[in-house]
């Protein structure tokens, strides 16, 4: 069954370019690792909530955007698999690695977990 990766970030606005080329190259990894399908989703339209929302759960500022995100496994065993792998491949492969492929936001407030589909609508 399908296995979801879900992450949520916040980007400088004055990064977007920066995040797509850094996405690029590091999201090639994933699907290198048998991931299917991959998103990169830059706010467009992110509502301001009266208790909660997303620029709250990452702690964004208002020169940032919201950039939400996930990555389509086959299944969870694919996934497990391939993030097994990620240690030595950010010591490795130039698309990992921190130095040749700097995160263009703050990684210390991204906000992700793994999510198993149990509904599933579409064609």
Request: aromatic share 10%.
């Amino acid at each position: 069954m399908t296995y979801i990766d879900g992450f949520v970030i916040a980007v400088p606005t004055a990064n977007r370019e920066k995040f797509i080329e850094h996405a690029k190259k590091g999201d090639s990894v994933f699907l290198d690792l048998g991931a299917t399908r991959i998103l990169e989703c830059w706010g467009d339209d992110v509502p301001r909530g009266k208790q909660t929302d997303f620029y709250r759960a990452v702690e964004a500022g208002e020169d940032e955007t919201v950039v939400f995100s996930w990555i389509e496994w086959p299944d969870k065993a694919t996934r497990d698999a391939a993030m097994g792998k990620m240690e030595e491949l950010m010591k490795t492969d130039p698309r990992m690695n921190p130095e040749s492929n700097p995160m263009p936001f703050d990684g210390k407030r991204m906000i992700y977990g793994g999510f198993q589909p149990i509904v599933t609508l579409g064609k």
